[in-house]
């Protein structure tokens, strides 16, 4: 069994910053892509940034030069800073992880976190 667990988000000013975690757990035998999406109310979850294996990492265009997606290969951990927040960054976001479990070795499945909050204010 694979778990993720999420923190970091919260309420801030724009032009604030946060910094949202995601660490896996579980019987892991290899990770590819680790990354970020997000659902606004009303609004399609949309990919706001992933990063591979091997660290090659894309972004959407809205959050270009001010999210930093990040990981930590030891701890299964998943970082996104976000700097210079704008209200329209508000939104649940949620991690996704490419995992695969030590009893199906190269088998990859999706992952999902539980959800941050993240809200923006004016």
């Known amino acids: 069994q694979v778990q993720l667990v999420e923190s970091g988000g919260g309420l801030v000013q724009a032009g604030g910053s946060l910094r949202l975690s995601c660490a896996a757990s579980g019987s892991i035998f290899s990770i590819n892509d680790m990354g970020w999406y997000r659902q606004a109310p009303g609004k399609q979850r949309e990919l706001v940034a992933v990063?591979?294996?091997?660290?090659?990492?894309h972004y959407a265009d809205s959050v270009k030069g001010r999210f930093t997606i990040s990981r930590d290969n030891a701890k299964n951990t998943v970082f996104l800073q976000m700097n210079s927040l704008k209200p329209e960054d508000t939104a649940v976001y949620y991690c996704?992880?490419?995992?695969?479990?030590?009893?199906?070795?190269?088998?990859?499945?999706?992952?999902w976190g539980q959800g941050t909050q993240v809200t923006v204010s004016s």
């Open positions: 996704k992880q490419e995992i695969a479990e030590i009893a199906t070795m190269l088998v990859f499945k999706d992952y």
């Open positions: 990063i591979s294996s091997v660290g090659r990492t």
